[in-house]
């Protein structure tokens, strides 16, 4: 059975950092590369946007508009583990944030309607 599970949010100041991770396991395929893995978001009385999402066999990675420059995904295959590091946050990053699978990668990754697999969540809180 597929898992995902997300930690590392808390609450922080407006400017400050944080890093997520998912940790990924019971995957049905030997090679986790070959899935897409993405980052979602959502905020009370909001859409789940997508946040940032990854080709794990080649690395190629989309960011949205709101967290360009700000945000970095990356992954450990080796350990399953992929990572969503926050910089200079904002209160209206402030959301739960998921990390969610799919095989094979599809395009237009960032729509949260091509993920199978999803993590429980794990809320940001950003005070201004």
């Known amino acids: 059975e597929v898992q995902l599970v997300e930690s590392g949010g808390g609450l922080v100041q407006a400017g400050g950092s944080l890093r997520l991770s998912c940790a990924a396991s019971?995957?049905?395929?030997?090679?986790?590369?070959?899935?897409?893995i993405g980052w979602f978001r959502q905020a009370p009385g909001k859409e789940r946007e997508g946040v940032s999402c990854i080709s794990l066999n080649d690395g190629s990675a989309y960011y949205a508009d709101s967290v360009k420059g700000r945000f970095t995904m990356s992954s450990d295959n080796g350990k399953k583990m992929v990572y969503l590091q926050m910089n200079s946050l904002k209160p209206e990053d402030t959301a739960v944030y998921y990390c969610?699978?799919?095989?094979?990668?599809?395009?237009?990754?960032?729509?949260?309607?091509?993920?199978?697999?999803w993590g429980q969540g794990t809320q940001v809180t950003v005070s201004s």
């Open positions: 019971g995957f049905t395929f030997d090679d986790f590369a070959d899935y897409a």
């Open positions: 969610a699978a799919v095989w094979p990668p599809p395009n237009e990754a960032w729509r949260s309607y091509k993920y199978d697999y």
